[in-house]
């Protein structure tokens, strides 16, 4: 019988190789304390079946017999159990929910798009068209990052955003409040994707924190300064012409 063999394996879930190579280890180099050496009987070297005599009891046992079960081995057959294998599926659940806060938010800055049109302040019609716009790629991004894993796209109804406001102040009240809420469910996502391991949520979500401390800056920067101003129609138009100079990140004006 050849003293070597080659074996190649291929492990299918992660971690369990080098669970494995600690087993081999364990297994042919340490002898813990307290349990009985084996060794063969001059016979049974080369013979397949292997029994073990035990030199203080003189049993004869097989080694499979003697061998605590590791990783699940039931007898003859080494069935290896991988670790706990942790299920992606709550955290592709969560993604599909942020594809909807996402368009949400989108459809909230569209109402308030539309409010300061009507209240003819163009310039911050403009910018918060352009903020819906980004979080329509948002949306986006989420969504064709879960068809590049393959995994199921679930859309969900939107509810109406506000619509009614009682000043250009309100507005962007709001638009900080939302941005906030969104922040905590990035980081609630960003959390529970560490817990589960899911390394590409991981990366692709590390976008969307930095993104969020870009959007709540100018949020704030925002609602601070109509607040200084809220009282000077001058200078709110001012504002708006200032707000006005953001272009469209793409353009979806009808054609
Ligand atoms: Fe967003
Ligand atoms: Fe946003």
Same mark, same amino acid.
């Given at each position: 019988?050849?003293?070597?063999?080659?074996?190649?394996?291929?492990?299918?879930?992660?971690?369990?190789?080098?669970?494995?190579?600690?087993?081999?280890?364990?297994?042919?180099?340490?002898?813990?304390?307290?349990?009985?050496?084996?060794?063969?009987?001059?016979?049974?070297?080369?013979?397949?079946?292997?029994?073990?005599?035990?030199?203080?009891?003189?049993?004869?046992?097989?080694?499979?017999?003697?061998?605590?079960?590791?990783?699940?081995?039931?007898?003859?057959?080494?069935?290896?159990?991988?670790?706990?294998?942790?299920?992606?599926?709550?955290?592709?659940?969560?993604?599909?929910?942020?594809?909807?806060?996402?368009?949400?938010?989108?459809?909230?800055?569209?109402?308030?798009?539309?409010?300061?049109?009507?209240?003819?302040?163009?310039?911050?019609?403009?910018?918060?068209?352009?903020?819906?716009?980004?979080?329509?790629?948002?949306?986006?991004?989420?969504?064709?990052?879960?068809?590049?894993?393959?995994?199921?796209?679930? !859309?969900?109804?939107?509810?109406?955003?506000?619509?009614? $406001?009682? #000043?250009? +102040? &309100?507005?962007?009240?709001?638009?900080?409040? /939302?941005?906030?809420?969104?922040?905590?469910?990035?980081?609630? !996502?960003?959390?529970?994707?560490?817990?589960?391991?899911? $390394?590409? #949520?991981? +990366? &692709?979500?590390?976008?969307?924190?930095?993104? /969020?401390?870009?959007?709540?800056?100018?949020?704030?920067?925002? !609602?601070?300064?109509?607040?200084?101003?809220?009282?000077?129609?001058?200078?709110?138009?001012?504002?708006?012409?200032?707000?006005?100079?953001?272009?469209?990140?793409?353009?979806?004006?009808?054609?």
């Amino acid at each position: 019988m050849p003293n070597h063999y080659q074996l190649l394996l291929r492990p299918l879930v992660d971690g369990v190789m080098s669970r494995f190579m600690g087993w081999v280890g364990g297994t042919h180099t340490m002898r813990p304390r307290g349990r009985p050496r084996l060794r063969f009987t001059p016979e049974q070297q080369g013979k397949e079946a292997c029994p073990l005599v035990c030199p203080r009891t003189g049993t004869r046992q097989n080694a499979a017999a003697l061998r605590k079960p590791m990783y699940g081995d039931t007898g003859s057959t080494l069935h290896m159990k991988g670790p706990k294998k942790m299920s992606n599926q709550q955290i592709n659940d969560a993604l599909n929910g942020q594809i909807a806060s996402e368009f949400a938010s989108w459809y909230s800055y569209l109402a308030m798009s539309a409010w300061c049109s009507q209240e003819q302040l163009a310039g911050c019609a403009g910018w918060l068209r352009a903020q819906a716009q980004e979080e329509y790629t948002h949306a986006m991004k989420i969504y064709e990052f879960l068809l590049d894993r393959d995994v199921e796209v679930k !859309l969900s109804p939107l509810d109406a955003p506000r619509q009614t $406001f009682g #000043s250009i +102040v &309100e507005i962007f009240e709001c638009a900080l409040q /939302q941005e906030q809420e969104n922040t905590k469910r990035i980081d609630d !996502l960003f959390s529970m994707a560490m817990e589960q391991k899911a $390394f590409a #949520s991981l +990366v &692709e979500l590390q976008w969307f924190v930095t993104e /969020q401390v870009e959007e709540e800056k100018t949020a704030r920067t925002n !609602l601070a300064r109509i607040k200084m101003i809220a009282d000077d129609p001058a200078a709110v138009l001012d504002f708006d012409n200032a707000l006005g100079q953001r272009s469209l990140p793409m353009d979806t004006s009808p054609q």
